[in-house]
């Protein structure tokens, strides 16, 4: 007994020095503060800094809906852009614009509450193909709510038909918003394509996942003048990736989202991962991080943000 | 008082055959380890070699022992041989513990979120304990149904505090439930040996009273051994063999269980051999599995503890079917 008694006083010694080693260490709080203290090529595209989505003069018609729940990706935008931002009473976390963002968000973790949904009594629930789950949007279209479907987009060319059926929902003539897309200038294809890996973080989730072809990143990375490494392996959107995979790939260049970034405790805790300290994009620091609600929105301020990667693009790599 | 039998009647293995079967694991991890360092979708540059797989393995050996020892020992401190750190609710307590840590503040694979798993892993075990303490012995079923409704409780708490924390840096419920050494790095490692080992010191130290614990309570107490004292110890040393670990990996279920029913099987039930038989089976296993997790499939990354529940289901069948009937039962 005195023997155990000898090894528990060494055990709980030990024990206690390593909780106090770790208050020093460890304690900080994940935010991504730690971005200042990287001089490296770091840009950071948030929401603000893109133009503010200015509605159109365009009427919605006298039968249009009064009560909107905006549930598909991203298309908050696109509402607001049409000049019904007033008329949205509910949103998922992804459509954050300015004008709508008093709206209560209906969604957890990408689920939709019916329940939540159907106490704003709305006229129109506006979903995609992503937005979920299915019985939810049964429950609300039982209750005799009008449910439209609108289509997903993952590309620019996506863009201008997404528009359209989001507009013929809400009753307004959406010409003059497709007609004020700014075109977005082609990339120079005398310039070198840096390679880019869209990495999608949560958490240190135990992996990493890689967007790939049609995870929405890569048509930007393209349009922006860069090359989506997952999207030339021809991998699917979001593989989980093994970190070795990751430094097979090599980036040049990592895309992150600002959420993402925050929850393996910033720009540090990122390039301190196995598999991306090891790329060119970790040993550089070349990390581009852009807002959450912009970058896969696809909608009126998707072209501004192309621009933005592609200014992005230079920088980090100069 | 129950006298459960640890192990099918059968002769004392020979000295010689433990050495052989120690030399034989110790060759294979070592042989292994070293391979594992040379295999991956990644050219095995130095870099590579130092930063990526030798925290992984290093990460994977010492888990793997810390689960093998830990199912040693409450195998042998409950004389039960169902006990396994997931089965009485220690890896879930651990689990909630870390992502209670982590949702105000702690970074991951730190002290802090390691020190918030040891913490969760004690009280899991000290409720478990108190539910199942009836006066003067400790009941299998109880245990196991104690362990059973412990972990139903933690994961549904740790499913709430994911679902609803705003720290971003909270871990999917998957995560928890199938483990994996993907992010593996050397401050993971650094956060998590200590306690695994301080666990094996304390184990080791232990394994001469844990034999004694094997006669019953009341032999054990008639020939002197503080059988309280030692119950108690050895369930503080299996929790931080494992804890620490679930903390920066996830729970990783099975090798707790079936790694020491299979060396005790090979070296008998004497608690010195078996301890360090199980941390030796529990490391090559785990470093076995991770190995298979991130090249079988390569470029996607399978979670570990997918693999194990693959490998180690169909074992634990075919155990329980084995010891059913030498045995005739459990209880």
């Known amino acids: ?318 | 008082m129950t006298t459960t039998k640890l192990t099918p009647r059968r002769k004392l293995p020979q000295p010689r055959r433990l050495l052989v079967v120690l030399g034989a694991l110790t060759v294979c991890t070592a042989a292994l380890a070293t391979a594992a360092l040379f295999i991956g979708a990644a050219d095995s540059t130095t870099q590579i070699i130092t930063d990526i797989r030798a925290p992984r393995v290093i990460l994977a050996l010492s888990i793997g022992a810390g689960l093998g020892v830990s199912g040693a020992l409450l195998q042998g401190a409950f004389r039960n041989p169902l006990a396994d750190p997931g089965l009485v609710g220690v890896s879930a307590g651990a689990a909630l513990g870390t992502v209670l840590t982590v949702a105000v503040g702690a970074a991951y694979g730190s002290w802090l979120a390691a020190m918030g798993g040891v913490i969760g892993g004690i009280a899991a075990m000290a409720s478990v304990m108190w539910i199942a303490k009836t006066p003067g012995r400790t009941e299998v079923v109880t245990l196991i149904l104690a362990g059973v409704a412990i972990t139903a409780f933690a994961a549904a708490v740790l499913s709430i505090v994911v679902a609803t924390s705003d720290s971003a840096g909270t871990r999917s419920t998957t995560f928890w439930t199938t483990g994996s050494f993907a992010l593996a790095t050397w401050p993971g490692v650094v956060a998590t040996l200590p306690f695994i080992a301080v666990g094996l010191v304390i184990a080791g130290a232990l394994s001469g009273k844990l034999d004694a614990l094997s006669l019953g309570d009341r032999a054990a107490y008639a020939s002197g051994v503080p059988v309280r004292a030692v119950r108690w110890w050895a369930l503080i040393a299996a929790v931080l063999t494992v804890a620490a670990g679930v903390a920066v990996v996830g729970i990783i279920v099975f090798i707790g269980l079936l790694v020491p029913h299979a060396i005790r099987l090979v070296l008998g039930p004497r608690h010195g051999r078996l301890i360090a038989g199980s941390a030796l089976g529990g490391a090559l296993l785990i470093l076995l599995a991770d190995t298979a997790a991130r090249t079988l499939a390569a470029p996607v990354e399978l979670p570990v503890g997918v693999v194990t529940a693959i490998i180690g289901a169909p074992a634990f069948i075919l155990l329980l079917r084995r010891t059913r009937r030498e045995q005739g039962g459990w209880a």
């Open chain 1, 1 to 318: 007994m005195r023997r155990s008694g000898l090894i528990a006083l060494v055990a709980t010694t030990m024990l206690v020095a390593a909780a106090c080693a770790s208050d020093q260490g460890a304690g900080s709080t994940p935010t991504i503060d730690s971005a200042n203290a990287v001089t490296e090529p770091v840009v950071f595209i948030t929401a603000d800094s893109l133009p503010e989505v200015e509605p159109i003069t365009a009427q919605p018609g006298p039968n249009a809906p009064m009560r909107i729940v905006s549930l598909a990706n991203g298309v908050g935008e696109t509402l607001a852009a049409l000049g019904v931002a007033d008329r949205v009473v509910g949103r998922d976390e992804t459509s954050d614009v300015a004008g709508i963002t008093d709206a209560p968000v209906v969604t957890k973790a990408h689920s939709v509450s019916a329940e939540r949904v159907l106490d704003l009594s709305p006229d129109l629930v506006l979903v995609d193909a992503a937005t979920a789950p299915v019985e939810a949007l049964a429950q609300i279209a039982g209750a005799g709510v009008e449910v439209v479907e609108v289509p997903e987009a993952w590309t620019l060319a996506d863009m201008g038909p997404r528009i359209s059926a989001v507009a013929a929902a809400v009753d307004v003539d959406p010409d003059e918003l497709i007609r004020s897309l700014p075109s977005t200038s082609d990339p120079d294809s005398a310039q070198p394509q840096p390679r880019v890996a869209f990495v999608y973080l949560r958490g240190t989730s135990g992996i990493y996942l890689l967007g790939g072809a049609g995870s929405g990143a890569d048509a930007l990375i393209t349009a922006a003048g860069g090359v989506d490494v997952g999207a030339e392996e021809d991998f699917d959107p979001f593989v989980p990736l093994t970190a070795e995979s990751l430094v097979t790939l090599n980036p040049d260049i990592l895309l992150v989202m600002t959420k993402g970034l925050a929850s393996v405790n910033g720009l540090d805790g990122l390039l301190a991962l196995p598999g991306v300290a090891q790329t060119n994009a970790g040993k550089n620091s070349r990390v581009i991080v852009v807002d959450d609600e912009v970058l896969l929105s696809f909608g009126p301020r998707t072209p501004a943000l192309v621009d933005q990667l592609r200014e992005a693009l230079s920088t980090v790599m100069n």
